[in-house]
Nanobody, 120 residues
Framework: QVQLVESGGGLVQPGGSLRLSCAAS????????MAWYRQAPGKERELVAV???????SDLDSVRGRFTISRVDAKNTVYLQMNSLKPDDTAVYFC??????????????WGQGTQVTVSS
């Protein structure tokens, strides 16, 4: 059974920092591309940052220079360090694990989400 468990969300003032964690189980973590998405009220879910099995990263323009995605394969965990937070960053943040199998099919898993609220 695959589980992705996020933690680290909460309420923070503008300009503050949070670090989200996502602990995975039930998958061969090191083979998966890991990503963080977010969904604000009334908006579609959007990709925030992604890190491949090889460690390559990419992120959303609006968070570049403020957010950093990283992974520790030995701990089956992916992180999202969020600095200089803005009210627009308020959303539920979701962890995602995905892998394209040799058959061509996609395995795609989601965590339950963690709320991040940026407000004074």
């Amino acid at each position: 059974q695959v589980q992705l468990v996020e933690s680290g969300g909460g309420l923070v003032q503008p300009g503050g920092s949070l670090r989200l964690s996502c602990a995975a189980s039930g998958i061969t973590f090191s083979l998966y591309t890991m990503a963080w998405y977010r969904q604000a009220p009334g908006k579609e879910r959007e990709l925030v940052a992604v890190i491949t099995s090889g460690g390559s990263t990419s992120d959303l323009d609006s968070v570049r220079g403020r957010f950093t995605i990283s992974r520790v394969d030995a701990k089956n965990t992916v992180y999202l360090q969020m600095n200089s937070l803005k009210p627009d960053d308020t959303a539920v943040y979701f962890c995602n694990a995905n892998i394209r199998l040799t058959s061509g099919s996609l395995r795609n898993y989601w965590g339950q989400g963690t709320q991040v609220t940026v407000s004074s």
